[in-house]
Every structure is written in C-alpha cells, then in structure tokens.
C-alpha cells in the first residue's frame, strides 16, 4: 500500500476528496488540458464521473488504484492528478498524469510523475510500469522520455510506453535488501540507495547505458552527486552486457583502481525443469537452528574464499535471510549427512520472479553431484510459487553446465564496475 500523502520539494500528491470538484472540473475544462481529449472529456460531468471513481478507489481492498490530486504546495492549489492503477499480472501497473494548462513548462509533471512512480516501485514493489498516449502526443511522450519510458512501435494512433528495472539480476538484488534498500528514478538510470548498517557497499547506480571509456570523471561526479555523503573515491555502476563489454572495454577504469565483473542470467521457466536425481542418503531442508547457520558461514568462508567474504559481511547476509525468510519470501536450504552440511542455496521469490542465492558445497564433496540434487530440490519447490526463477552465475564453465543441465536458458548478462576507497 501507498503511505499517503507523497512529498516533493513544490507538491503533495494525495487523495482525492468531493470537495475538490470543482476545482478538478475548472483544470480539466482548460482549453489545452485534454488536447488529445474529446470535447465529452472535458466537460464538467466527465470530471464528476472520474473524480466520484478516484474516491470509490480509495475504499477497495486491497486497494488496486491511486490516482491522486496532485497539489503545489507554495500555495495549496490543484493543479493535476498522476495515477498508478495495478494490473492482474504481478508487478505492473498503469501510469497516467494530468495537468492544469496554467502549470505547464515548469517541471511540475515529471517532479510528480518521479514522486510517484519511486513510491510505486519502492512501497508497492512495482518492476514494470506502463503507458499509452496518442502518438501526436509529443508533450506527453516527451515527459515519458524523461520520466525513462521506453516507447513501442506506434499502432493504430497510439504509442504504448514501458519504464522497468530492465536487469534481472539487479531487481532481484534489490528485492533481497528487503527494507533496506530504496530506489530512485534518475536521467539516466536508477539510484539504488542502501542501508549502510545492513548492507555497506549496496549504494550504486544501474545506468540505462554502458558508460564510455571516456566517460570515467562523469561518472564518478555523477555518483558523487547522487551520494553526496559517500567517501570520495567510491562508485559502483551496472548496466545490461553488451556484445562488446569485457575487461579490455574498461581498461582505463581497472588502471584507475576499478574492478571489473560480468555475471550471466539464466532463467528457468515453468516445464523447463530437467530434475537430478536425489540421494535417499540425504537431506534436504531449510537451516533452522543457530548450528545451522555456524556450518552455513563456515562452508561459505571454506567454499567462497576468494570472494573475500568476511565474517562480518556473513552475518549481515544470514540477517538479511532470516528476515526475507520471516516475511514469507522463501529459505536458505542445505544438503546434510546426518548433522553435517554439505551444500547451501537460498531461494527467494517475490511477484513472479524467484532468485538463487549464495550456491556453495564444501570442498571435500565436490562433483558428487550434490548441488545439482539441491538446486533441482529448490527448483521445484520454487516453480510451485513462481514461473521464473533465476540465477545469476559468474562466468565459470562449472556452473554454467550444471544449470544448463537443469534447463536453465541464458537469458543476458549484466557489467559491474566498483571502486571501494
């Protein structure tokens, strides 16, 4: 649910009331209101009909549509209203904004559009968000360009427009944050903000485009201004792989200190499981006790060494799973011989989408086939409560094949670029 009103430096968005009829007939029957509007749309009637809709919005439960009076708050005037209206598919809503002819040139639509669409992705967990203008449109598709819509082919007059997180693996990385994590449209991206206590190194920026060789001091003033109170020096960027991306792509970032790293997508959808057969000799389940979770980070420090993760980032992790888990999101899942653990994999699911997460097996047992056994175990359990689930797999011949194996399909691949100082 929305928690209401929203604020921005210049408006408020809120509920409509009864009481502001006739001030939301007065803006909608504006000459240059509705340009692309029929004259019925415009009337005074048509603004009673919507407006007694957008109040009888408010008493659904759940409640599956805002559309919200959009208020300038130097003088407590409305002035428009914006709107988000969920559909039957998870995770995606509709997207509409109206504005008084009196208020247009000021930025006041894309301020209330970025308002809402951050509280849209942020509290109502959205990772896609549609619309539809007419093609001779140009102010309305000027301001979805701006807001980062992306527009379909034209059709029949009408233009369908799309904003989305555009990155699996980045959505889902997001989702695993839980609370801790907060999204914000910019220009040219998405700024994923973190919980400093939870997850140190989350603060990043997820570019619509691979940033240019060149481009490395724009960047970093970019990141700069949009985390004003990191310490200089760090920046973390991602974006979608493309054909050309690789580490000779970045050589001048690596030289001024930036790491460079690529992981690969691979969903498996409903009827795509190719299961492994599982050993009567062990067992499979979720950790549960505190011993659990000591064998857990123990095989993690064992079987991820290189990865550098410490005792303290394992901790934050285990909380953050123990939280996502009490929420009803899914489990961390280990293979044992009696008391002993011998793999781990967590598996999360929210609105449609499944991830993977933290696959490990400890040294002494690997290519005994334990982790396929435990991923075909989770798959299967997750495809009963989502149709996609994915992993995302660094590019190791290992476990490439092994997801592969299980049906998984490569569906892309995502590019990091980080400096810690």
């Known amino acids: 649910m929305l928690i209401l009103p929203l604020v921005s430096p210049r408006l408020l968005l809120r509920d409509f009331s009864a009481a502001d009829l006739p001030r939301y007939q007065q803006l909608r029957g504006g000459s240059r209101c509705g340009p692309h509007d029929s ?13 007694e809709r957008f109040v009888d919005q408010q008493r659904q439960q759940p409640r599956r549509a805002w559309q919200l009076a959009l208020i300038r708050r130097d003088d407590n005037q409305l002035i428009g209203s914006v709107g988000l209206r969920l559909s039957l598919s998870p995770g995606i809503a509709g997207f509409g904004v109206e504005l ?5 040139g000021q930025g006041y639509a894309a301020e209330a559009g970025r308002l809402l669409l951050d509280a849209g992705f942020n509290q109502l967990g959205l990772s896609r968000v549609e619309a539809d203008t007419a093609e001779g449109n140009l102010a309305a598709r000027k301001l979805a360009a701006r807001l ?25 990385e997001w989702r695993l944050l839980g609370e801790a994590g907060r999204l914000q449209r910019l220009d040219y991206g998405w700024r994923l903000s973190a919980d400093a206590a939870s997850f140190p190194d989350g603060d990043a920026l997820w570019l619509d485009h691979a940033p240019q060789a060149q481009q490395r001091q724009r960047w970093e003033q970019r990141f700069a201004d949009a985390f004003p109170d990191r310490l200089p020096g760090h ?13 000779d792509a970045y050589a001048d970032w690596t030289a001024a200190g930036y790491r460079y790293r690529q992981a690969e997508a691979w969903l498996l959808g409903e009827g795509m499981l190719r299961p492994a057969a599982l050993s009567p000799m062990l067992t499979m389940r979720p950790l549960s006790s505190q011993g659990d979770w000591r064998q857990w980070r123990q095989l993690l420090r064992d079987a991820c060494r290189e990865e550098g993760q410490g005792g303290a980032q394992l901790e934050r992790r285990a909380e953050r799973y123990r939280r996502l888990e009490a929420a009803g999101h899914g489990h961390v899942w280990g293979v044992f011989d009696g008391q002993a653990l011998l793999a781990c994999a967590g598996l999360f699911v929210w609105q449609g989408l499944g991830r993977f997460q933290q696959v490990a097996t400890a040294p002494q047992v690997r290519r005994l ?13 997750g495809l009963r409560r989502s149709p996609r689930l994915l992993a995302m797999v660094a590019a190791r011949e290992a476990a490439v094949g092994l997801y592969r194996q299980l049906g998984f399909t490569h569906v892309g691949g995502e590019c990091f670029l980080s400096r810690n100082c």
């Open 39 to 51: 004259a019925l749309e415009a009337s005074p009637a048509f603004s009673a009909q919507l407006l």
């Open 100 to 104: 008084a002819e009196a208020a247009w």
């Open 148 to 172: 980062g819509f992306v527009p379909a082919p034209s059709r029949n007059g009408r233009v369908s427009l799309a904003l989305s997180l555009g990155m699996l693996g980045a959505e889902t």
């Open 235 to 247: 920046c973390r960027l991602r974006w979608q792989a493309r054909a050309e991306d690789g580490p």
């Open 369 to 381: 086939g334990i982790a396929s056994q435990l991923l075909s175990h989770l798959a299967a359990w």
